[in-house]
């Protein structure tokens, strides 16, 4: 059984080795795509300096750095951070709520893979979103990546099972107070560790909102990963591209 500080965030306990080869399908060529759309769509300046934010092992940083932006990138996990430095990328260990950065440094702040949510209030999420407009140059933007909650709603599994490197993997997921929480059991026969993850789910309307409520705009919405636009309630995801009033 994994031994887990009692009071904890989900967060600190759950991003490991196990999350790494759980999520394994969530690879380069995926970060590839992604990236690929967002500057398609993005104005991004010549010298650029963009920031991802919960950048985890650091796929999407090193398709900016592949096209030549400058990037560099905070997690707080110590396993996914080893990861980056291993591709020599430019990352530290931070807290979304303390970003150990100057303000107005960069000109853009993505936050990819549904990382913006975590937090225990809606207060703390707009905390968050408040705190990237403050490290952005005049003129910048930011990225969310977001799961769309009607969406998710209608498509809900409540749960699956896999196999993973010889261990029994249970996933079961349900929503609750706005949020979607997904209990995560893992086995090898001889001994079983628990995890959770809990993001809350956000409509358009209130992000709209969130946004306004800080001087913020919403200049494009992603409905996938690959770049489609958005179509409502039959878009997987509301990927956001939110510039400054």
């Given at each position: 059984?994994?031994t887990e500080?009692?009071?904890?965030?989900?967060?600190?306990n759950?991003?490991?080795?196990?999350?790494?080869?759980?999520?394994?399908h969530?690879d380069?060529q995926q970060a590839?795509k992604?990236?690929?759309?967002l500057?398609?769509?993005?104005d991004?300046p010549?010298n650029?300096?963009?920031?991802?934010?919960?950048?985890?092992c650091?796929?999407h940083m090193?398709?900016?750095?592949?096209?030549g932006?400058?990037?560099?990138g905070?997690?707080?996990?110590e396993?996914?951070?080893?990861?980056?430095?291993?591709?020599?990328?430019?990352?530290?260990?931070a807290?979304m709520?303390?970003?150990?950065?100057?303000?107005?440094?960069f000109?853009?702040i993505?936050c990819?893979?549904s990382?913006?949510?975590?937090l225990?209030?809606?207060?703390?999420?707009?905390l968050v979103?408040e705190e990237?407009k403050?490290?952005?140059?005049?003129?910048?933007?930011?990225f969310?990546d977001?799961?769309?909650?009607?969406?998710?709603?209608?498509?809900?599994v409540?749960?699956?099972?896999q196999?993973i490197?010889g261990k029994?993997?249970?996933?079961?997921r349900s929503?609750?107070?706005n949020?979607?929480i997904k209990?995560i059991t893992i086995?090898?026969?001889?001994?079983?560790?628990h995890?959770?993850?809990?993001l809350?789910l956000?409509?358009?309307?209130?992000?709209q909102a969130?946004c306004?409520?800080?001087?913020?705009v919403?200049a494009?919405?992603?409905?996938?990963?690959?770049?489609?636009?958005?179509q409502?309630?039959?878009?997987p995801?509301m990927?956001?591209?939110?510039k400054?009033c």
């Open positions: 059984m994994k500080h009692p009071n904890a965030e989900w967060f600190e759950w991003f490991n080795e196990t999350y790494l080869a759980l999520y394994a969530r380069e590839l992604q990236v690929q759309s500057c398609k769509t993005i991004l010549k650029a300096v963009v920031l991802d934010a919960a950048c985890g650091g796929r090193k398709q900016f750095r592949d096209r932006v400058s990037v560099v905070f997690d707080l996990s396993t996914l951070i080893r990861q980056t430095k291993n591709e020599s990328l430019a990352c530290v260990r807290d709520r303390h970003i150990p950065f100057r303000k107005d440094l000109d853009y993505t990819f893979f990382s913006f949510g975590y225990a209030t809606q207060a703390d999420d707009k979103l990237f403050q490290l952005l140059k005049p003129g910048g933007g930011i969310l977001l799961l769309n909650k009607v969406y998710l709603l209608e498509h809900l409540d749960q699956d099972e196999q490197h029994q993997v249970l996933q079961e929503v609750t107070d949020k979607v209990h086995t090898d026969g001889t001994k079983t560790e995890y959770m993850e809990r809350r956000f409509t358009l309307e209130e992000m969130m306004s409520s800080l001087g913020l919403i494009h919405i992603f409905g996938d990963e690959y770049g489609a636009d958005y409502g309630d039959t878009s995801r990927a956001l591209v939110i400054s």
